[in-house]
């Protein structure tokens, strides 16, 4: 079966410091990759989607990026952390086959407070 | 782009009471549709899903939702809830084609009083 991990759980930074969020993803071949975050009070926002090796799409303009340096592998980073970047960052993955083509599952999760 | 309300912020309900969670969505194409639950202290999990056929769709738990194509709406139902329903429902929309990832409502807080 398939499983998603993501690391840390939580996480707190000073502003100013660097951030590196992991997900890996298991079980599965060429997954869709997703970086959601949900702030506080706040829906899900999609932050990225990636649908391959080093392919990253962003979707809002902002203070992270991200990266995908093997398949089933998908990072977020931040050279310089805001406060506004403190939220619960979840990794995703949907599968390629056109059964499941549309369905997506979620990490645990990340919570990171930026001080 | 797609968009997703949903109107419930906050819904407080006794047990056994009827529960009714409002979704709407701005898309002119075909949709997948979702229901996600986050219990408290848990990650989010699929609750229920349209793709295609009986818009009347029913996932875990009691749950069950309709699709109503002229209303762009997915109302999410269940006739009685628990104290054990107390989470957090967040409504989703894809497009039917493509690769595209899910956009997400804002969230309803629902709390089920013993």
């Known amino acids: 079966s398939q499983t998603i991990h993501q690391w840390p759980a939580t996480l707190v930074q000073p502003v100013g410091s660097p951030l590196s969020l992991e997900c890996t993803v298991e079980?599965?071949?060429?997954?869709?990759l997703y970086w959601y975050r949900q702030a506080a009070g706040r829906g899900l926002q999609l932050l990225f989607y990636?649908?391959?090796?080093?392919?990253i799409s962003s979707e809002v303009p902002q203070n992270l990026s991200a990266s995908r340096p093997q398949d089933r592998q998908f990072i977020l980073s931040s050279k310089k952390l805001l406060l506004s970047d403190s939220g619960f960052y979840l990794c995703a993955w949907s599968a390629l086959s056109t059964g499941n083509a549309n369905t997506i599952y979620f990490g645990e999760g990340s919570w990171l407070t930026v001080v | 782009a797609q968009s997703v309300s949903q109107h419930n912020h906050h819904v407080i309900l006794s047990e056994a009471a009827s529960l009714e969670l409002g979704c709407n969505y701005s898309y002119g194409g075909t949709v997948n549709l979702f229901w996600y639950v986050q219990y408290p202290g848990q990650h989010l999990q699929l609750l229920l899903k349209y793709f295609s056929g009986d818009p009347l769709v029913k996932g875990i738990k009691g749950f069950e939702a309709e699709f109503i194509k002229s209303k762009f709406s997915f109302n999410l139902r269940k006739p009685s809830v628990q104290w054990s329903d107390t989470a957090e429902y967040f409504c989703?929309?894809?497009?039917?084609?493509?690769?595209?990832?899910?956009?997400f409502g804002s969230g309803t807080r629902l709390q089920v009083q013993p």
């Open positions: 990636s649908v391959g090796i080093g392919q």
């Open positions: 989703a929309v894809k497009p039917g084609t493509g690769r595209r990832a899910l956009t």
């Open positions: 079980g599965t071949s060429n997954p869709n």
